[in-house]
């Protein structure tokens, strides 16, 4: 999402994640629009097939993770550079943008609010101003660890991979279920790289600099064991829900690590397929890098052109059912957002930052 991708080696499969991750990412914050429908129907096929898409969406964070590891985690860099080219261009589109949708809120108040920038500023040290952009605390917070993180994804072998990815699922995944199972709080039991900031981009380093051949057995076996994760922590989530009478999302992230996993490498493969048979035009590609240069721009003003492309959702859902309203809109929000971003590009300074 965040780190462009450089044209003399650039990967469209990397593209697609992003523009893939980004629409996740927008369908995430739909609500009962779109994310959370099935939480307002009493359809139980429509209750399974909404949750197994609300938990499905759970893959976007950690796809731009992958996507960010796969990008930075091979570049040799020293700390100043890294802080110099990265962290502060981020520390400062983090200011800039938190100051915007700071504008944006006291406009669209109804209260008689008072712009205060001091105060401003130091809310931003507690807390995003929008809860979104705790992606660009989070992302900072992996870039400062690169010199450290780099060292560990050039040395990772595919036995390694294979040891981090199931010590993720079993900590991550198994052993809160193992905790229902035995009626406890948790299993007091961690590793210090099950975070955002370090798994993922460890695991999307491997995944990029390496391309194991599967069988098509084993092709089949991931993309049925993907199904069932996503099924199954939709089953969880509609059982705490009648269990406890309160929609949780205790249980929407079951397996996601597995399934973002499968995600990337498919698509890596999928990609890779149709450039080495020379199935994608010159213009389709030239559209989707275009497409994916503006997915951070997006990200950052989601909320400000959801505002102007709202209207279009609330007259599609008079005539169709609401997900296909959403998913049409947010396809539309993209759209718009890759005209006003692509214009922004054009200002000299925020080039740089978008």
């Known amino acids: 999402m965040i780190e462009s991708i450089q044209n ?131 992302y900072i917070s992996f870039l400062v660890m690169i010199p450290f993180l780099s060292g560990i994804a050039k040395q990772m072998d595919n036995s390694q991979f294979r040891y981090l990815l199931i010590l993720a699922i079993v900590t991550i995944d198994l052993f809160p279920l193992a905790s229902l199972k035995l009626g406890i709080a948790k299993i007091n039991f961690s590793i210090f790289l099950n975070s955002y900031t370090t798994l993922y981009p460890l695991l999307g380093y491997y995944l990029d600099n390496h391309s194991d051949k599967l069988t098509k057995k084993q092709y089949i076996l991931i993309t049925v064991l993907t199904i069932w994760s996503i099924w199954f922590s939709a089953y969880m989530t509609i059982w705490n829900y009648r269990k406890f009478g309160n929609w949780e999302e205790k249980y929407i992230t079951l397996f996601d690590t597995f399934v973002a996993v499968t995600v990337f490498f498919l698509v890596k493969k999928f990609i890779l397929y149709l450039e080495q048979n020379r199935k994608l035009k010159y213009r389709i590609v030239q559209f989707i890098e275009f497409v994916s240069s503006t997915t951070f721009g997006i990200y950052l003003l989601e909320n400000i052109l959801e505002a102007f492309t709202r209207p279009i959702f609330i007259l599609l859902s008079n005539y169709m059912p609401l997900i296909f309203a959403c998913g049409i809109w947010l396809i539309a929000t993209m759209f718009f957002g890759n005209i006003v971003v692509g214009l922004m590009k054009k200002v000299p300074g925020l080039k740089k930052l978008l």
């Open 8 to 138: 003399n080696n650039r990967k469209l499969y990397l593209d697609v994640l992003r523009i893939f991750a980004i629409f996740l990412v927008l369908f995430t914050h739909t609500g009962i629009e779109g994310a959370k429908l099935y939480t307002i129907t009493e359809n139980v096929i429509l209750q399974i097939m909404y949750a197994m898409l609300d938990c499905f969406r759970t893959i976007n964070n950690p796809l731009l993770f992958m996507i960010s590891g796969a990008l930075l985690l091979g570049k040799e860099e020293n700390i100043d550079t890294i802080w110099r080219k990265r962290v502060i261009r981020f520390l400062v589109c983090l200011l800039l943008f938190s100051y915007i949708q700071a504008i944006w809120n006291y406009f669209c108040s109804s209260d008689e609010a008072i712009f205060d920038i001091w105060e401003i500023f130091k809310n931003l040290l507690v807390s995003p101003i929008r809860l979104q952009y705790w992606y660009l605390y989070s």
